[in-house]
């Protein structure tokens, strides 16, 4: 079942390397080793929260939030007390605790155990710190995972723990993990009877997925190539079957196309997730790039401003019978 939802979404990744010192600007004209982005933690916070001011993310998942989660929670339970929830990749746990309170809506009176699972310190520590100035969570226990999800897969089978979870939530994670397939495996693994498993991507239809199918093999990060257009040619493989909603979506990326800007500098790095795009990428990279953004099939322009097709999709899969 495909459900199409207009809306605007953007990535949200959940490994980070290690940040490392000041960096030189290199004349376009040169070329050096493309880094990613997530090498210079304070570069990547700047260019996703501008990503996110020009994609209107929050609004997307809001929409889908409270439109079409609370059908896929219905059966989740099934009338039991206490409901056990990971959040993976929850980031400052604002979208998580907002996909909760529509579990708890489905399911009043229930007690919610939430597994928090973030690499980032600062966005935990956010988490935290709403959560401790947020009122009426008497109902909610957190544990806190400061990992990645490969880090937790690996703590999980070496302390061999048998509990289960009713919603496993996943946002914008397996372009940051080695093997989506087997990432995937392991969390479907971890659920009851009737629970569910939520995914996000960018959508392989997407301008953003065509970007990452075409020059994923000249990035420095291959791995963000994964769409849910993959995902979904490896569940249909297995015979595994799920459902999936389209999240219809446009980013302003108006200036990409002025070189020097500042602004469009930092959508260029989180769009190809390198670290300093415009300064270290070869000029036929950059050109290639640019001609793909501003390709007719994947943006619009209207008003003097250029609108990058960047939908998302929600695939969302039941436990393994």
């Known amino acids: 079942m495909t459900a199409h939802l207009t809306a605007v979404s953007h990535s949200i990744p959940l490994c980070r390397a290690p940040r490392h010192g000041p960096r030189g600007r290199q004349a376009h004209t040169m070329t050096s080793p493309l880094k990613c982005l997530t090498y210079d933690d304070d570069r990547y916070q700047k260019s996703y929260k501008l990503s996110l001011e020009r994609s209107f993310v ?11 989660l609370p059908d896929i929670l219905a059966s989740v339970g099934n ?15 604002i979208v998580d605790l907002e996909m909760i309170a529509q579990l708890c809506q489905k399911h009043p009176g229930v007690l919610v155990d939430n597994e928090v699972l973030e690499p980032s310190s600062q966005r935990l520590y956010n988490y935290k710190v709403m959560v401790a100035q947020k009122p ?9 995972n400061q990992m990645t999800a490969s880090e937790f897969e690996e703590q ?3 302390k061999n723990i048998t509990k289960k979870a009713d919603f496993i939530h996943m946002l914008q994670v397996l372009y940051y993990v080695q093997d989506p397939g087997a990432t995937i495996s392991f969390f479907q693994s971890l659920l009851n009877k009737n629970g569910k498993l939520l995914i996000t991507l960018v959508s392989g239809v997407s301008g953003s997925g065509k970007l990452r199918e075409n020059f994923s093999s000249q990035l420095c990060n291959k791995e963000i190539s994964v769409t849910t257009a993959d995902i979904k040619s490896l569940l249909d493989a297995r015979g595994v079957p799920y459902q999936s909603y389209e999240l219809q979506s ?12 500042q602004t469009g500098e930092l959508l260029l790095d989180f769009l190809t997730q390198v670290l300093d795009f415009s300064g270290t990428a070869s000029p036929e990279l950059r050109q290639g790039v640019l001609q793909l953004l501003r390709d007719p099939k994947y943006s619009v322009e209207t008003e003097g401003r250029v609108l990058f097709n960047n939908n998302m999709e929600v695939i969302v899969l039941d436990a393994v019978n």
């Open 58 to 68: 929050q609004q997307c998942m809001r929409d889908f939030i409270h439109n079409t």
């Open 79 to 93: 009338g039991k007390s206490q409901l056990n929830v990971i959040g993976v990749g929850s980031g400052e746990g």
């Open 136 to 144: 009426d969570l008497e109902h909610i226990t957190f544990t806190w």
């Open 156 to 158: 999980w089978r070496l």
């Open 250 to 261: 446009h980013m302003d990326i108006t200036e990409c196309f002025t070189e020097g800007d």
